[in-house]
């Protein structure tokens, strides 16, 4: 079965600190997506990026970078010069690659979220 | 715009009474997705449908119920065997149900007892 683990429950940073947030996975499968999502106080998750098991690059986006590394099936996420808009609660999340064939079967398993709040 | 809309964004339930939420997307996607979130948790799968008429149930469907008779719309009705309904429920959509497939998330109606 599939797991995802957090183990940062909350984090707090003061503004323009860098931060990382752990995710590691159990899977047994051989092909699978990584997916990491934004919870501001709003409620709506917002979807951040997705990265397939065989794609082991890191990935910058502007202040966001990721960290994936198979060896230790660990996903991870960092904030670098992090603001006051950061703060939110981060999921990461891990699907199965069984594509649509009509059988169903399929889920996207998430972590418990870790919280990060940003101090002025 | 294209997204995803729910409603109510709060809802109170009586004791023994069915509930229903609405979730609406205008993405034209296949697959729409209801989830739930207890404080402090991840998000749980109560149910998915991959195509309209069709839905399948997720870990926890047990006192809930869904129909899917629009492609647009993937309503949920949480029965009164639902014990402990109160938490926050999020509604998704993908283009289809595929592990590669990105789930789009809408703001969620959050549910108390009253």
């Known amino acids: 079965a599939q797991k995802v683990t957090q183990a940062q429950t909350e984090i707090s940073v003061v503004e323009k600190e860098d931060v990382t947030l752990d995710c590691v996975y159990e899977?047994?499968?051989?092909?699978?997506?990584l997916f990491w999502y934004k919870q501001p106080p709003s409620g709506e998750l917002v979807f951040l990026i997705r990265?397939?098991?065989?794609?082991?690059q890191n990935e910058i986006s502007g202040r966001y970078s990721w960290n994936f590394q198979k060896s230790t099936s660990s996903f991870n996420f960092t904030i670098t010069a992090s603001q006051v808009v950061d703060s939110a609660v981060y999921f990461c999340?891990?699907?199965?690659?069984?594509?649509?064939?009509?059988?169903?079967?399929?889920?996207?398993?998430f972590g418990k979220g870790t919280k990060l709040s940003v101090i002025p | 715009d294209g997204g995803i809309t729910q409603s109510p964004k709060y809802l109170f339930r009586k004791e023994g009474q069915n509930v229903t939420l609405s979730c609406e997307q205008n993405?034209?996607?296949?697959?729409m997705y209801w989830y739930r979130q207890d404080p402090g948790q991840g998000l749980r799968l109560i149910y998915y449908?991959?195509?309209?008429?069709?839905?399948q149930k997720g870990d926890i469907a047990e006192g809930y119920s869904v129909s899917r008779e629009k492609k647009e719309s993937f309503p949920l009705t949480v029965t009164s065997a639902q014990k402990n309904p109160t938490a926050f429920y999020l509604c998704?959509?993908?283009?289809?149900?595929?592990?590669?497939?990105?789930?789009?998330f809408g703001p969620g109606t959050r549910l108390l007892v009253l």
């Open positions: 998704a959509s993908s283009i289809r149900q595929a592990a590669s497939e990105t789930q789009y």
């Open positions: 999340a891990l699907s199965e690659a069984r594509d649509y064939s009509g059988a169903g079967s399929y889920q996207l398993t």
């Open positions: 899977t047994r499968d051989t092909t699978y997506y």
């Open positions: 993405l034209n996607h296949d697959a």
């Open positions: 990265r397939n098991s065989f794609d082991e």
């Open positions: 449908s991959q195509i309209v008429n069709d839905f």
